[in-house]
């Protein structure tokens, strides 16, 4: 695998591809909402241009093949995204990446993320350079918890004050997910 063209993932429902510019609209739509920003490292945004500015981040950490974000599509919808799924945090010389993910409000609950975490994390464990696949989670965010563990992740401890988050310290769930524990493709 190489880095040099972005990868674009599809499943059943989903297709997931580079973010641009032009997503900046859709991505502040959900990132101005406090029910998608409650568990993430963000506050929730009150401009455009802080969704511009998350974009250029996640492309710039492309360019420098430190890691990948998704724009999250419906196939019957690819000009919108309704979310971003993706790998950061990339310690190479450990084989290990952290994933993270949000998805807008009005799709939860359908599937849709555990879908592309499927497709996320199984292109992950194509790059010969990542061993592990881990993501570190708010220990009050059910719904994430649940996801990782549905998904083949395994709770592997609670990290008390372990982030600087919006002024506050706060506590942190991590979750691991093997090379060897990933189901070999038929």
């Known amino acids: 695998m190489t880095m040099e063209t972005f990868p674009i993932l599809e499943t059943d429902r989903l297709r997931l591809r580079q973010l641009t510019l032009g997503d900046a609209r859709d991505v502040f739509a959900y990132f101005s909402r406090d029910e998608v ?4 490292d963000l506050e929730s945004f009150t401009e455009v241009e802080q969704a511009e500015k998350f974009i250029r981040s996640m492309l710039t950490r492309y360019e420098k093949q430190a890691g990948f974000r998704w724009g999250i599509t419906l196939k019957e919808a690819p ?12 310690q190479k010389e450990h084989s290990r ?5 949000e998805l807008a409000p009005e799709y939860w609950q359908q599937g849709l993320m ?9 292109y992950g464990f194509q ?3 990542v061993h592990r696949i881990e993501a570190f989670i ?6 994430s918890r649940r996801l990782l563990l549905k998904s083949g992740f395994t709770k592997e401890g609670h990290l008390r004050d372990y982030f600087y988050e919006k002024g506050q310290f706060v506590d942190a769930v991590v979750f691991g997910y093997l090379r060897k524990e990933f189901p070999v493709k038929q």
């Open 97 to 101: 990446i952290e994933i993270g993910y």
């Open 79 to 90: 000009e919108q995204v309704v979310g971003t799924i993706g790998f950061h945090n990339w």
């Open 37 to 40: 920003t409650k568990y993430y």
């Open 138 to 143: 708010d220990p009050d965010n059910e719904g």
């Open 114 to 122: 555990t879908e592309a975490l499927r497709a996320v994390v199984d």
């Open 127 to 129: 790059l010969p350079q």
